[in-house]
C-alpha cells in the first residue's frame, strides 16, 4: 500500500468489500486515490504533484461529457454489437455518444455542441456516478 495522507482508507476498504465494490477512485484539486480490492486486499494508488493523470483524463482542450445520473454506461444499445458514434467522428448538438442504463430505463448520453468525439473516458459496461466524466469532444465553436 502507498503511504497517504488520506484518513480512512482502510475503512472505505472495509465498505467496499462489504458493497461488493471492486474499484473507488477519490479526485481532488491536486490528488486522486484510486482503491482497488481484491478479496479483503486493497492496492491504494495516490497521485499527486505536477505528473498528469493521463488515463481517463481529457486533453486540455476537450470538453467533457458527464452522466446526468448513476449508472451502467454504455458506450452503444445493448441490442446493438456497435458502438453509437466512432472515436474521430463529427457529432452534432444533441447526437446521442452513450447511453445510462438504470434497470430497463436507458438514459441518452449527448454531445453538448457540435464537435469531434476524441475519447470515451469510462469504459463500456462500468458502473458511473452522477457528475462521473463519460466522454470527451473537441467543439468546432471558437
Not at 472505505?12 to 462489504?18: I, K, N, Q, R, V
Not at 486493497?42 to 499527486?48: K, L, P, Q
Not at 448513476?70 to 458502438?83: D, I, K, R, T
Amino acid at each position: 500500500m502507498v503511504d497517504m495522507p488520506f484518513d480512512h482508507v482502510s475503512e472505505l476498504a472495509t465498505w467496499m468489500a462489504d458493497a461488493g465494490i471492486g474499484e473507488l477512485e477519490l479526485t481532488g484539486p491536486d490528488r486522486r486515490l484510486r482503491l482497488r480490492l481484491d478479496g479483503r486486499q486493497v492496492e491504494a494508488v495516490d497521485t499527486a504533484g505536477p505528473e498528469p493523470i493521463t488515463a481517463g483524463a481529457p486533453t486540455p482542450a476537450a470538453k467533457v461529457i458527464k452522466a446526468s445520473t448513476a449508472g451502467v454506461f454504455l458506450h452503444g444499445h445493448p441490442m446493438a454489437n456497435v458502438p453509437l458514434t466512432e472515436i474521430g467522428a463529427d457529432v452534432q448538438t444533441g447526437q446521442v455518444v452513450g447511453l445510462l442504463a438504470i434497470g430497463s430505463l436507458l438514459v441518452p448520453v449527448t454531445a453538448p455542441g457540435d464537435g469531434v468525439l476524441v475519447e470515451m473516458l469510462a469504459a463500456d459496461g462500468n458502473l458511473v456516478g452522477y457528475g462521473t466524466a463519460l466522454a470527451a469532444f473537441h467543439s468546432f465553436e471558437t
